[in-house]
T-cell receptor, first 113, second 116 residues
Framework: AQSVTQPDIHITVSEGASLELRCNYS??????LFWYVQSPGQGLQLLLKYFSGDTLVQGIKGFEAEFKRSQSSFNLRKPSVHWSDAAEYFCAVGATGRRALTFGSGTRLQVQP | DTGVSQDPRHKITKRGQNVTFRCDPI?????LYWYRQTLGQGPEFLTY????????KSRLLSDRFSAERPKGSFSTLEIQRTEQGDSAMYLC??????????????FGDGTRLSIL
């Protein structure tokens, strides 16, 4: 069965600083990988996805993520964080033949002025 | 663009009562999913429909839980004899059909259930 680990429960960055959120997955084959963002009391919004091809994927709101098979990682990055990026970020993995996504436990991002 | 709609947004009930939640997916989406999210955790998969057929159920979906999607459009999730441990956010998502997961899931804002 697949699993996802987000090692950082909480991260604080200053506005304008760069950001990297870590995600490690466990899955035997090539995974489908996603990053979602959730604001308090809201549902999840898809930031970006990786299925195959170019390992650097671009998403909405200036986010990007890089798939590294050798490290089983799919880290999310943003060069300059805005105060509105404060939210909870979830990495998720999907497996071939299944419809369910497996989510990590999330990383809460706080942005300091 | 109408997204996934869930009703109610909040539900407070006493232990032992039955509750029902509704999800209206994006209109052209034939796949519908239910997830449960507890505080400090990511969503956990409960069940999945393709059109009106319930094709997959998690072991989390005990016999007190039942989900339906009678006409392949909206779906309901019912919890009977609620327990304290059922307190959570219940999220609905929908997607187009396609090969495996190449159609991403779009989530509603959820129904937050609180059991007194």
């Amino acid at each position: 069965a697949q699993s996802v680990t987000q090692p950082d429960i909480h991260i604080t960055v200053s506005e304008g600083a760069s950001l990297e959120l870590r995600c490690n997955y466990s899955y035997g084959a090539t995974p489908y990988l996603f990053w979602y963002v959730q604001s308090p009391g809201q549902g999840l919004q898809l930031l970006l996805k990786y299925f195959s091809g170019d390992t650097l994927v671009q998403g909405i709101k200036g986010f990007e993520a890089e798939f590294k098979r050798s490290q089983s990682s799919f880290n999310l990055r943003k060069p300059s964080v805005h105060w509105s990026d404060a939210a909870e970020y979830f990495c998720a993995v999907g497996a071939t033949g299944r419809r369910a996504l497996t989510f990590g436990s999330g990383t809460r991002l706080q942005v300091q002025p | 663009d109408t997204g996934v709609s869930q009703d109610p947004r909040h539900k407070i009930t006493k232990r032992g009562q039955n509750v029902t939640f509704r999800c209206d997916p994006i209109s052209e989406h034939n796949r519908l999913y239910w997830y449960r999210q507890t505080l400090g955790q990511g969503p956990e998969f409960l069940t999945y429909f393709q059109n009106e057929a319930q094709l997959e159920k998690s072991r989390l979906l005990s016999d007190r839980f039942s989900a339906e999607r009678p006409k392949g459009s909206f779906s309901t999730l019912e919890i009977q004899r609620t327990e304290q441990g059922d307190s959570a956010m219940y999220l609905c998502a929908s997607s187009l059909g396609g090969t495996d997961l190449n159609q991403p899931q779009h989530f509603g804002d959820g129904t937050r259930l609180s059991i007194l």
